[in-house]
């Protein structure tokens, strides 16, 4: 029996170029996979320490304490069942003797066989020890199933160097690394004794394509492959590594450029030039102060877009977060004299910032007003009509919203901003970045001098695009945005075009979500149907379409509550009274929170539940009224003066808004409800008594769900 060996793994994949915004998710996603495949194979423990690698020509895993033998298993399995195996005779049946070969044994190994009982029958079975297999015959297999798993954007079908057999892979792969410990495992291959991508198993590298000590890289062993790349091949491996090396040189490199410098923040343009060098070396560069005229949305965009450089920001008081004429350059080579590269650097940006300076200069020669008309020839939606056409509709839908919120000098401005906030799409810069819409209408309303509320509510129309952003500045602003995503939601809606599943090509949810957010933190006094009232006379709305509009929102808010961490319990609670004023669904959380922190609380839901299922069986509509008259039993007396007192505190409490002291209120209403269950039957003979009763229940569960429903909090 061959003895297991532990020691530390290394694999590596070398190949071209990998697409860099992909790059991380790759390398994750090959150390994971990995690291899977082995602990599923019994390889290794799920808690020993790993670690993946990624730089721009090469995929790799690190991972401790690997066997190098799966560890021997005794395995139990059934033949046949006694009746089948055997005749009446005792003798073995053709079956069993079929079934013996097939496992490579003979009628002679049966005494060796055991008898028991599987639970149901009486059974043979026999057990043998499974030797395992080894590491190198089954690392071929976890190797290739990963290469399956890996996010990659788009495969490329390429030859191997045999001239005829072609493989399929993100980049054509040219070495592979398996050291066990020290040792190569040369046998590395696929279960149909391919070798993976057409690579034999080694244990040398390619370091930095001009700065490697040597042209190949050989690794001794699986813990020295960090250490060995970097000292002999010029690369850091580690994309995390690498990444925060990049970090601190471009917050040196800021701090040396001048006081108050610093780099943007952007983790996305970060971890984008990792992916693109393996030997980082920060650069400070510049430009022309007169560029700095054009906005420095264009300027910061056109470099970090097209050159993926760190714009420098002047962090000081009264200047924050303003462009400066200097940007961090990150190169992939450490010259003794960097000043080629960085002249070649600002030489390569000087006409990125002339065209955008240009597009500025030509579009402001066209007021925003007079590019309106050209919305008509852009197509929106081939059955929702042009963009000249939206924008009437987005315009009528702010108009009313903007009076909702604060009377006519809002809702003029809206309607402004409103037939205006799609101009900046016929523009110049926005046709070069796309990115800038909204952003460059603003600045071309301040230059046509409009009020600086519609410039505003121009560029925050889109907003809040995406979750955490930031909402509208303005009341213009929440207008406007709150019309573009109505119009959006409720016109796609109404052409039948519902995010089903994962799918969402127009990004309806984002929508709902911004609509539900802007409702809430701004507490706006516009309730929900108030607000497909004012979509409904620009957009025609039948009765299912209108339901499945609000059930869409209602869905989107419950599940944004839940992700702030409120209990599905209370959401459940609030969510399906369905609130018309989404301003107040914080305000109900918290007092149904509050409600349930009580002691009577448990009770009084359970109660509630018991109420509403009596309700639902009557026949008909059950009026919440009560005739004193009619109240016989002490028990319903004392419910019905219980009610008496209580509701009247509950209801203006709700009146007021404070929806806390509503539901605390109820509280006093526990022992006269236990009683009434205790003593009072429900469904009596007498009809009048009976109705009278119901009529009773029928009021407590008004009275107990005004502000939200609190069966819901029974278990």
Not at 61 to 79: C, D, F, G, H, Y
Not at 427 to 433: C, K, Q, R
Not at 475 to 486: Q, S
Not at 617 to 645: H, M, P, R, W, Y
Request: aromatic share 6%; net charge negative; glycine share 6%.
């Amino acid at each position: 029996m061959t003895m297991s060996i532990t020691k530390n793994l290394l694999v590596e994949l070398f190949v071209e170029e990998l697409p860099p915004k992909a790059l991380k998710k790759l390398g994750e996603t090959f150390g994971r996979e990995i690291r899977q495949g082995l602990i599923d194979r019994l390889f290794v423990k799920p808690e020993e320490k790993w670690e993946w690698f990624a730089s721009p020509r090469r995929l790799a895993i690190r991972l401790e304490n690997v066997e190098s033998q799966q560890a021997p298993r005794v395995v139990t399995e059934k033949l046949l069942p006694v009746t089948v195996a055997f005749d009446r005779e005792g003798k073995p049946t053709p079956a069993l003797l079929k079934k013996l070969q097939s496992k490579n044994f003979s009628e002679a190994d049966i005494p060796l066989f055991e008898r028991r009982n599987d639970g149901k029958i009486e059974a043979l079975f026999f057990q043998w020890t499974d030797p395992g297999f080894s590491l190198e015959q089954l690392l071929g297999d976890v190797i290739e199933d990963t290469l399956q798993k890996l996010p990659i954007p788009k495969v490329m079908t390429y030859q191997l160097s045999d001239g005829w057999t072609s493989v399929q892979f993100v980049r054509p792969a040219h070495s592979l690394i398996v050291l066990h410990g020290a040792d190569v495992l040369e046998g590395v291959r696929t279960h149909t004794n391919q070798n993976i991508l057409g690579l034999k198993p080694g244990r040398e590298t390619l370091g930095h394509r001009f700065e490697a000590a040597s042209p190949r890289v050989s690794i001794a062993d699986a813990d020295s492959y960090a250490a060995t790349l970097e000292k002999d091949g010029a690369v850091i491996p580690g994309f995390a590594t690498r990444r925060a090396e990049i970090a601190k040189q471009l917050a040196e490199a800021a701090a040396k450029a001048g006081h108050n410098l610093v780099p943007i923040h952007d983790e996305a343009l970060l971890d984008e030039v990792t992916a693109l060098v393996e030997r980082p070396n920060v650069l400070i560069g510049q430009f022309e102060e007169a560029f700095l005229e054009v906005p420095q949305e264009c300027l910061i965009l056109t470099m970090k877009a097209n050159q993926k450089y760190f714009p420098l920001l002047d962090a000081s008081v009264g200047n924050e977060g303003k462009l400066t004429n200097k940007f961090l350059i990150v190169s992939n080579i450490r010259p003794a004299d960097p000043s080629n590269v960085i002249g070649g650097n600002e030489r390569v940006v000087r006409p990125r910032l002339a065209d955008a300076k240009f597009f500025f200069d030509q579009d402001r020669k066209k007021k925003l007003e007079d590019r309106v008309a050209g919305l008509d020839k852009v197509v929106y939606h081939n059955k929702l009509g042009t963009q000249g056409e939206r924008v009437k509709r987005v315009a009528a839908i702010a108009c009313d919203l903007g009076f909702r919120i604060d009377g006519e000098t809002v809702a003029k401005q809206a309607e402004q901003a409103a037939k205006l906030a799609k101009a900046d799409l016929l523009t110049d810069m926005v046709g070069e970045f796309p990115e800038l819409q909204g952003i460059m209408g603003r600045y071309y309303a301040l230059h046509d001098k409009l009020d600086v509320n519609v410039a505003d509510a121009i560029e925050d129309h889109y907003k809040p695009r995406f979750a955490g952003d930031d909402l509208p500045r303005g009341k213009a602003g929440v207008a406007v945005a709150l019309a573009d995503k109505m119009e959006t939601l409720c016109g796609m809606f109404s052409i039948g075009q519902i995010p089903t599943g994962d799918k969402d090509p127009f990004a309806l949810r984002r929508h709902a979500l911004g609509v539900i957010r802007m409702l809430i933190e701004n507490d706006l006094p516009i309730e929900l149907d108030v607000l497909l009232n004012d979509v409904a006379k620009v957009i025609a709305l039948d009765s299912g379409t209108r339901e499945a509009i609000n059930q869409f929102i209602y869905d989107r808010l419950a599940g944004s509550l839940r992700d702030q961490g409120y209990s599905a319990q209370e959401v459940d609670a609030v969510v399906s009274q369905r609130p018309q004023r989404l301003g107040d669904i914080p305000k109900r959380l918290a007092a149904v929170r509050a409600f349930a922190a009580l002691p009577e609380a448990a009770a009084l839901a359970a109660a509630n539940k018991r109420v509403g299922n009596i309700l639902k069986k009557v026949e008909g509509e059950v009026a919440a009224k009560i005739d004193a008259g009619l109240l016989q039993e002490s028990a319903e007396q004392a419910l019905a003066a219980a009610l008496a007192e209580v509701k009247p505190k509950a209801d203006a409490a709700f009146d007021k808004g404070d929806y806390t002291a509503s539901l605390q209120a109820l509280a006093a209403l526990r022992g006269p409800v236990d009683t009434f269950f205790n003593d009072v039957m429900v469904n009596a003979e007498d009809a009048k008594l009976r109705n009278n009763r119901l009529g009773l229940l029928a009021t407590l569960h008004a009275a107990m769900n005004r502000v939200a429903d609190l069966s819901k909090l029974s278990a």
